[in-house]
């Protein structure tokens, strides 16, 4: 089931930055909780057991000068969409209930 707009949006994009370090992405472990229904406290553990797995993707054409970051845990998938500075500008959930993910979503990179 996707998530409505509005709730995938309540509090403004823009209220909300991504830091740059190392060549790394830092995100609020709030936030992908909020986005994959975990608690914040659960998001760095469910990381490193690879649980979480996540996918970082550079804009090209149209959308230049933007990142988007994916997180898949369990049945839901979570996406944020970033500027160059790491102002947030879009973000999305959706819950693919029954439906199983591919196994390589769920597998730890790096």
């Known amino acids: 089931m996707i998530e409505s707009l509005q709730d995938a949006l309540s509090q403004a994009p823009s209220d ?11 995100v609020d472990a709030a936030l992908i909780g909020e986005l994959l229904h975990v608690p914040a406290t659960s998001v760095p553990i469910l990381m490193r057991e690879g649980r979480i797995t996540s996918v970082c993707e550079r804009g090209t054409g149209q959308d230049e000068g933007e ?11 979570a996406r944020l969409i970033t500027d160059s500075t790491g ?24």
Do not use: C, K, Q, W
């Open 67 to 77: 990142f988007r970051l994916t997180f898949f845990y369990r049945s839901r998938r």
């Open 16 to 26: 909300r930055v991504i830091e740059f370090s190392d060549n790394t992405f830092v």
């Open 87 to 110: 102002r947030l500008l879009r973000r999305s959930a959706i819950d693919f209930g029954d439906r199983p993910m591919p196994d390589a979503l769920h597998r730890a990179t790096g």
